[in-house]
């Protein structure tokens, strides 16, 4: 069986100069691995919930009831999103709310270049930190890290490690911690009781 890949491309938005992904992913993923993904290639912790909106559709990770949305584990992409084009939301840390669009740019997209089944191709700036209050919080971080005459500018450095480069985007280093993810979330070969 040939695996189909999606190319991607995620934006955050309400951010302006945009902060943004293009990558690859099979379309056989489930929408709790895509969040990994996501995760991985945006720059975020993986410390807060998240939901995927896909028409008019919540999925999210432990839904309480069917109010609270459906069960991402259960769904794969591929089921859920087949045009090229076609668009849906992810929101990552409901305090925060951040809201990143994502697009279908490819279906079926090849390179014979690729040599693996996530990969994060291009991108532009730096995510912004965890915990800031969102899209505002983040830009009193910007103005305050800028002038070191601002009240926060010395407890936002030293927060911040004092290096936070709102322009840095380092799709080597990203690629290489999907492939850390796809090795240790990968299915193992088991044997049990001498059957293999």
């Given at each position: 069986?040939?695996?189909?890949?999606?190319?991607l491309?995620?934006?955050?938005l309400?951010?302006e100069?945009?902060i943004?992904r293009?990558?690859v992913?099979?379309?056989?993923?489930t929408?709790?691995r895509?969040?990994?993904v996501?995760q991985?290639?945006?720059g975020?912790?993986?410390?807060?919930?998240?939901?995927?909106?896909?028409?008019?559709?919540?999925?999210?990770e432990y839904p309480?009831?069917?109010?609270?949305?459906l069960?991402?584990?259960r769904?794969r992409?591929?089921?859920l999103?087949?045009?090229?084009?076609?668009?849906?939301?992810?929101l990552?840390d409901?305090?925060?709310?951040?809201?990143?669009e994502?697009?279908?740019e490819e279906?079926?997209y090849?390179?014979p270049?690729?040599r693996?089944?996530?990969?994060?191709?291009?991108?532009?700036?730096a995510c912004?930190?965890e915990d800031?209050g969102?899209v505002p919080?983040y830009f009193e971080f910007?103005?305050?890290l800028?002038?070191?005459?601002?009240?926060?500018?010395?407890?936002?450095?030293e927060?911040s490690?004092g290096?936070?480069d709102?322009?840095r985007?380092?799709?080597?280093s990203?690629?290489?911690?999907?492939?850390?993810?796809?090795?240790?979330?990968?299915?193992r070969f088991q044997?049990w009781g001498?059957?293999?």
């Amino acid at each position: 069986m040939n695996e189909r890949f999606y190319l991607l491309k995620i934006q955050l938005l309400d951010i302006e100069p945009s902060i943004w992904r293009r990558f690859v992913v099979p379309a056989s993923i489930t929408l709790d691995r895509l969040h990994d993904v996501i995760q991985i290639v945006m720059g975020w912790t993986d410390s807060h919930l998240h939901e995927f909106t896909i028409g008019n559709k919540r999925y999210t990770e432990y839904p309480e009831s069917k109010e609270d949305g459906l069960a991402c584990g259960r769904y794969r992409l591929g089921d859920l999103i087949k045009q090229k084009g076609r668009t849906f939301r992810y929101l990552y840390d409901f305090g925060d709310g951040w809201e990143h669009e994502l697009v279908l740019e490819e279906s079926r997209y090849f390179n014979p270049e690729l040599r693996t089944e996530l990969a994060c191709l291009d991108g532009q700036r730096a995510c912004p930190p965890e915990d800031l209050g969102g899209v505002p919080g983040y830009f009193e971080f910007l103005n305050a890290l800028k002038d070191p005459n601002h009240e926060e500018h010395e407890s936002y450095t030293e927060w911040s490690g004092g290096n936070f480069d709102s322009e840095r985007f380092d799709a080597e280093s990203i690629n290489w911690e999907l492939m850390k993810y796809l090795r240790w979330s990968r299915d193992r070969f088991q044997r049990w009781g001498g059957i293999e």
